[in-house]
């Protein structure tokens, strides 16, 4: 991955002009992080430019189709002298891994409690699976609690997942620290929105080589979110590899 590791390196924020909940667009990015020392993204399409999220038992169609594959393109397209982008693709239910190009570094999973479920027993979960371990692309996955644990200890035991919030929105941080999930070496965090508590304890108790800086915006201020990590007085190492070095090495890892 071509990243200077002097710079600041954003895992976490979604990026797309399609949802107009908020203004999403890499522009505003921009706009939030000049001054900041952020000079690269991991952006994710916004989570209603891929399926209803309000529909528990919504069913595909072709405009969510349309609608999910611009999404995932758009990320393909931006970014300037300013600012890389890092696209991860954002994987649904009709798991279209063929979509999935060299310039996507990592892989977005994502659903709430209440929202429609993934296919997990469908064939083309476990060959999405299977191709996205192949390629060693890691996985940012949010999910509720039980199927956290199901996917990182059954469906998918070799593939590098980043459980972000430090399992905020998973079942939260301790739910995690129960079933035993930090300590697993292809377990990884990021701190978007994460409280500073759970960030000093995961460090101490986890080390520093698994846990990556993010802002989740337009949910978080990348700014505020920075502030929150430079203000703990990490020693110089471990903050390096909280805002860069961590996901430069895990990126670099990736056999896309």
């Known amino acids: 991955m071509d990243v200077d590791d002097s ?13 107009n909940s908020f203004d999403q667009s890499f ?11 952020i ?4 952006a994710f399409p916004p989570v209603a430019e891929i399926y209803d ?42 798991f279209a891994i063929d979509q999935i190009t060299p310039q996507h570094k990592g892989i977005k ?28 692309m890691p996985i940012v996955l949010e999910e509720e609690f039980s199927n956290t644990v199901k996917f990182i200890n059954d469906y998918a035991p070799d593939a590098r997942v980043i459980i972000p919030h430090l399992g905020g929105l998973n079942g939260g941080y301790n739910a995690i620290v129960r079933a035993g999930l930090w300590g697993n070496r292809n377990v990884y965090t990021d701190t978007a929105l ?17 846990i990556m800086f993010g802002s989740d915006f337009p949910f978080g201020d990348p700014a505020d979110e920075l502030k929150k990590i430079v203000i703990l007085n990490l020693e ?21």
Request: with cysteine.
């Open 7 to 19: 710079v600041v390196i954003d895992a976490h924020a979604h990026c797309g002009i399609q949802d």
């Open 27 to 37: 522009e505003s990015y921009l706009s939030y992080v000049r001054h900041t020392g």
């Open 39 to 42: 000079k690269s993204v991991a």
């Open 53 to 94: 999220r309000h529909d528990f038992h919504f069913q595909d169609n072709d405009h969510w189709i349309d609608r999910r594959t611009k999404a995932n393109q758009y990320l393909l397209n931006i970014g300037n002298k300013e600012l890389q982008v890092i696209p991860y693709f954002f994987i649904w239910n009709d």
């Open 109 to 136: 999973w994502h659903r709430h409690p209440s929202e429609p479920v993934y296919h997990y027993d469908s064939e083309k979960c476990r060959r999405a699976i299977d191709v996205i371990t192949e390629k060693n």
């Open 194 to 210: 994460a409280s500073a508590y759970e960030i000093q304890h995961y460090i101490e108790t986890y080390g520093h080589k698994r």
């Open 236 to 256: 110089r190492d471990v903050e390096k590899a909280l805002l860069s070095e961590n996901l430069i090495q895990l990126l670099s890892d990736s056999n896309i």
